[in-house]
């Protein structure tokens, strides 16, 4: 494995205003072949997807191309890629189109350890139709969601099944192939929330076995927008709210409107990007990725080795990120200190890891945290020791201060 983090930092045009990011999980710093493909995009010829004029030809061969790179990044059929404003939008369409199949008497189950996106849409399209909702918590000494914990809330009334890969809070990564394989065995669906999880980990999505798995480009190196994943089969099925004259293929009828053509052309290149990270890897995209993300775990580890054996070092420091299957993401707290305070004295230095809950509100309150959650540090592609270094070196001098 190869990882050049001074080559690859040098791509990121954000990186030269000397600002260091901890930032990743609320999304990533863009490189400049991801602006290039941007630009470009929007510098040829555009007009409605076709196949005569010069603008038609272009959009398609953008649409198709990013549909290709995502399924290669997922492991998914392209005909299963549905392209969205954003995963939450994603999430909260789909949620109504399975709803209209509830009623009472049926169950959804969501955890306590998602982002609210994985939530809020399912409570509230449950709660549209009578159906009931269960919840599965999470062990918060630990930071596990179990197999078991899903398991004691299932049952034959079961519909669906919501759940996230990786915790954006925390870091944990649950055991989402058993998980699935579980969800199945009561006759439910999956739905997987991917978004903290593609950014650190290649998706593999028939191996996890999720029915429907959703992500976000701009949290790993693309721009802003949203992208569900499932089995064209799948998708066959279900008869999701659009326009009459709009399209009623498979996957362009769960798409709203005309495309962002810009952004999937940026979504192509930033996938390209991250197969390029081991410079040495040869084969298939999907080959390659397989290598970069290797590179990149590897390197992300080490990362995250040294800043919690230096954070566990520093006085009144609480790290609530203990999962043994976890993301480089480090939720913090302060004792006799406002995490609040401390973003913003960090932010005096020139570094930003912002404090909150995130989004992921039950998970926070489930730890205790209340609403007010924590300092959260997320690693990304581009940081380096130095950063590590600058980040360990400030915070102890706001904990002495």
Excluded at 63 to 87: K, N
Excluded at 266 to 290: I, Q, S
Excluded at 322 to 332: E, I, K, Q, S
Excluded at 359 to 367: C, G, Q, V
Aim: a negative charge.
């Amino acid at each position: 494995m190869t990882y050049d983090i001074a080559a690859l930092r040098s791509r990121f045009p954000a990186l030269a205003a000397g600002t260091v990011h901890f930032d990743g999980p609320g999304g990533t710093q863009t490189p400049q072949p991801v602006i290039d493909a941007i630009a470009d995009a929007l510098a040829q010829p555009l007009s409605n997807r076709g196949q005569y004029s010069l603008g038609e030809r272009n959009a398609e061969a953008i649409v198709t191309g990013a549909r290709r790179a995502v399924a290669d990044l997922l492991g998914a059929d392209p005909a299963g890629i549905v392209f969205g404003r954003s995963a939450t939008q994603l999430t909260y369409d789909l949620a109504r189109t399975l709803a209209a199949s509830w009623g009472p008497g049926d169950e959804v189950v969501v955890t306590r350890l998602d982002h609210d996106a994985n939530i809020r849409p399912w409570v509230q399209a449950a709660e549209r139709v009578g159906a009931t909702v269960r919840w599965a918590g999470f062990q918060p000494g630990a930071g596990e969601l179990t197999v078991d914990d899903i398991r004691a809330v299932l049952s034959d009334r079961t519909r669906l099944v919501a759940v996230t890969a990786a915790s954006n809070l925390i870091g944990t990564r649950p055991p989402i192939t058993d998980i699935c394989r579980l969800v199945h065995e009561a006759g439910a669906l999956a739905h997987v929330d991917g978004v903290h999880y593609t950014a650190h980990t290649l998706v593999d999505l028939p191996a996890l076995g999720a029915d429907f798995f959703v992500c976000s480009p701009y949290k790993f190196l693309g721009p802003h927008h949203g992208v569900l994943a499932a089995r064209p089969a799948l998708l066959e099925g279900l008869r999701p709210d659009k326009l009459l004259p709009s399209s009623d293929a498979v996957p362009e009828r769960f798409e709203l409107g005309t495309l962002p053509y810009e952004l999937l052309a940026g979504t192509r290149a930033a996938v390209d990007f991250l197969a390029g990270l081991d410079p040495n890897a040869t084969g298939t995209r999907r080959e390659r990725l397989t290598a970069s993300y290797a590179a990149l775990e590897g390197h992300e580890t080490t990362l995250r080795t040294q800043l919690e054996k230096q954070l566990a070092a520093l006085p009144d420091v609480t790290i609530h990120s203990r999962a043994a299957d976890r993301t480089p993401t480090l939720l913090l707290t302060l004792e006799h200190h406002d995490t609040a305070h401390a973003y913003r004295f960090l932010a005096t230095r020139g570094i930003h890891a912002p404090s909150s809950h995130f989004y992921a509100i039950e998970t926070s309150r489930h730890l205790g945290l209340g609403d007010t959650g924590g300092l959260r540090i997320g690693l990304a592609p581009y940081n380096n020791a130095q950063d590590v270094d600058r980040l360990l070196d400030a915070l102890a001098d706001f904990l002495e201060a």
